[in-house]
């Protein structure tokens, strides 16, 4: 073998081990899932129930930035900008007046959030929702401006919300915002509704569309979990779902698509097991009056060829109200006295 040959043996064995290590290396880096809050009205009235008291809100912050949390938004997660270390999304739905004091606080504590705003709601005075010029005055603190639809309708019920939002939601708050934030890339889901033709279409309008499936983010798919925010759940839950997201490790993946109508559900089994540990957590309100809690699935769960099949039509019947037809939930498991969430987080429709 001539030495020119030998050369370019070399070099090709050089980059066969080089392509071998990075991929070892991508393997062996642990993966960052994000927990992501969502939070709407806030009260300085602990127990009036009809919003998250102001105070508890800067206990929260102050726990979390005393513990090295950073705040991010997604676009910085997809660019790599603000990785790695302990991040945190902070959301607010419905573009309650209340925000903005709710902005004075993160500001306290170095954290920015994204302002999920209704469109149609907003006008020059308002005594409930945001004003196009306090709305202008979180763009310039650095918060994001988002959208959340265009009338806070349910866009899988109503044609003309679901073509407004996509017609002129996103036109409407670049307006305002001007140029302190060039593009509106979020969106929030009315009410966390949606189908699997909602997102492929609007997905053309927005590049990332926030749910309230409960659960982390995995810093890729457009659809972002987020964990509802209610005032009668204990803050320690919170604290938890939080930290978890450093352990986070999902055991089982949806195998039905994500927003379809059907009685069954299937996952497929990544890894063993105990099936009766498995639950279903979800953030609708059960008919005892309570959100963010678990259910035994008992025996609408069972295991075929490593696919888990769940009967949550069954599932809903027993633990939600008869005209319950959607849920926005993760499956879990009961551990030290928390929860461990097993998957992301998903929504399904049941037939009627």
Same mark, same amino acid.
């Given at each position: 073998?001539?030495?020119? =040959? ?8 050089i980059?066969? $081990? ?8 991508s ?6 899932y994000?927990?992501?809050l ?16 102001y ?8 726990? $979390?930035s005393?513990?090295?949390y ?8 997809v660019?790599?900008? =603000?990785?790695p270390?302990? =991040?945190?999304?902070?959301?607010? +739905?419905d ?15 170095g ?15 308002? !005594?409930?929702?945001?004003? =196009?010029?306090?709305? #202008?005055?979180?763009?310039? #603190?650095?918060? $994001? ?33 001007g ?10 889901f ?6 699997? #033709? ?11 569309l ?5 659960g ?13 925010? +209610? ?35 299937e996952?497929?089994l990544?890894?063993e097991i105990?099936?009766?540990?498995i !639950?279903?957590f ?9 959100i ?19 009967n ?9 109200s ?7 939930y993760? $499956?879990?498991s ?19």
């Amino acid at each position: 073998m001539n030495l020119r =040959k030998s050369y370019l043996l070399f070099r090709l064995i050089i980059g066969v $081990l080089l392509l071998a290590l990075s991929h070892w290396h991508s393997l062996a880096q642990p993966k960052t899932y994000i927990p992501v809050l969502c939070y709407h009205g806030f009260t300085d009235d602990y127990k009036s129930g009809r919003g998250e008291p102001y105070e508890r809100f800067e206990t929260f912050l102050k726990h $979390l930035s005393e513990n090295g949390y950073e705040s991010c938004f997604p676009e910085e997660v997809v660019s790599k900008a =603000k990785l790695p270390g302990k =991040k945190v999304i902070f959301t607010f +739905d419905d573009g309650s007046k209340s925000h903005v004091r709710a902005a004075q606080i993160l500001n306290k504590y170095g954290f920015k959030g994204i302002f999920f705003v209704i469109p149609e709601r907003i006008a020059e005075t308002h !005594e409930r929702f945001l004003t =196009k010029r306090e709305i #202008q005055l979180l763009a310039e #603190q650095g918060h $994001l401006i988002g959208a959340h639809g265009f009338q806070h309708k349910s866009m899988v019920d109503s044609a003309v919300e679901f073509r407004r939002s996509q017609e002129a939601s996103e036109e409407i708050l670049r307006t305002i915002v001007g140029e302190k934030q060039h593009t509106i890339s979020d969106f929030a889901f009315p009410f966390g509704y949606y189908n699997d #033709q909602i997102v492929k279409e609007l997905r053309h309008n927005f590049k990332y569309l926030h749910t309230v499936n409960p659960g982390y983010w995995d810093g890729n798919s457009i659809l972002i979990p987020r964990i509802l925010i +209610d005032s009668h759940t204990d803050m320690e839950f919170y604290i938890d779902y939080v930290n978890g997201s450093m352990k986070f490790n999902p055991t089982v993946s949806l195998v039905t698509e994500d927003g379809t109508t059907s009685d069954i559900v299937e996952f497929g089994l990544n890894s063993e097991i105990n099936l009766d540990k498995i !639950e279903l957590f979800s953030v609708s309100r059960d008919t005892s009056g309570r959100i963010n809690v678990s259910h035994a699935l008992g025996n609408n769960l069972s295991l075929e060829n490593r696919v888990i099949r769940i009967n949550i039509k069954n599932h809903l019947r027993r633990y939600y109200s008869p005209e319950r037809r959607v849920i926005s939930y993760a $499956l879990v498991s009961k551990e030290n006295g928390g929860i461990k969430f097993l998957t992301f987080g998903h929504l399904h429709w049941v037939t009627e």
